[in-house]
């Protein structure tokens, strides 16, 4: 079966760190772009950052540049996003889907995991 896994969530107060991961079963990440996504109460899914071979990491959020990383070990075939100084804002489920390219359309990703809850307060 072919999925991802995202795991790490949880709760954690402002100006904290979380470090979530992404794992694919059923499938090989290699060349792939591997995209983080959010979505906040209320709100639409949007695209948080993504990594690939060919793009390099591209943010699609200039609020997390200096706060969030991506990384990835294809031997583990899992990504990761360590995020740090969380704000309210960055409270959400976290997703990752995997594309060709690191594009900015959602709909051009696939195998979508269930999330991963972060929930950023004091």
């Known amino acids: 079966q072919v999925q991802f896994v995202e795991s790490g969530g949880g709760l954690v107060q402002p100006g904290g760190s979380l470090s979530l991961s992404c794992e694919a079963s059923?499938?090989?990440?290699?060349?792939?772009?591997i995209g983080w996504f959010r979505q906040a109460p209320g709100k639409e899914r949007e695209g948080v950052l993504c990594?690939?071979?060919?793009?390099?990491?591209?943010y699609f959020q200039d609020s997390v540049k200096g706060r969030f990383t991506i990384s990835r070990d294809d031997a583990k075939n899992t990504v990761y996003l360590q995020m740090n100084d969380l704000k309210p804002e960055d409270t959400g489920v976290y997703f990752c889907?995997?594309?060709?390219?690191?594009?900015?359309?959602?709909?051009?990703?696939?195998?979508w995991g269930q999330g991963t809850r972060v929930t950023v307060s004091s």
């Open positions: 990594i690939s071979n060919s793009d390099g990491i591209r």
């Open positions: 889907a995997q594309n060709a390219r690191c594009a900015t359309w959602l709909g051009g990703y696939d195998y």
């Open positions: 059923g499938f090989t990440l290699n060349w792939l772009a």
